[in-house]
């Protein structure tokens, strides 16, 4: 399961971001998660809330937003946005995208005490 990979990670960087700003802990942490980052958000929490238990985000919330999947179509220059993993454009159904957003999963915020 990557998502214990990916939590202490997460975790590294909060307590690194956390002692940058002189706080001694971490209330809330805000990540981004793409549906096609290959990520389970139910897992991703779980792991979440068993390796925070040390350092600066004992009492910390887990905020996910997740992305859905943005396409620009090549054929008619317009960019929608997917619920569904497709890759066709919603405009002229062509399927000639490329993915804008949607792929990634990246830590958007803290909320911090110090």
Known sequence: ?????????????????????????????????????????????????AFKREGVCHDAELEMNLQDLVLYCEACHKECEQEEIRYQCTHCQGTQVKVLDGEEMYLMSLEMDS
């Not at 802990?25 to 792991?47: C, D, W």
């Open 1 to 49: 399961m990557h998502e214990y990979s990916i939590v202490q990670s997460l975790l590294e960087q909060c307590d690194n971001h956390a002692k940058e700003q002189g706080c001694e802990r971490v209330l809330k942490v805000v990540i981004k998660v793409g549906k096609l980052s290959g990520v389970e958000p139910h897992l991703l929490q779980s792991a979440f809330d």
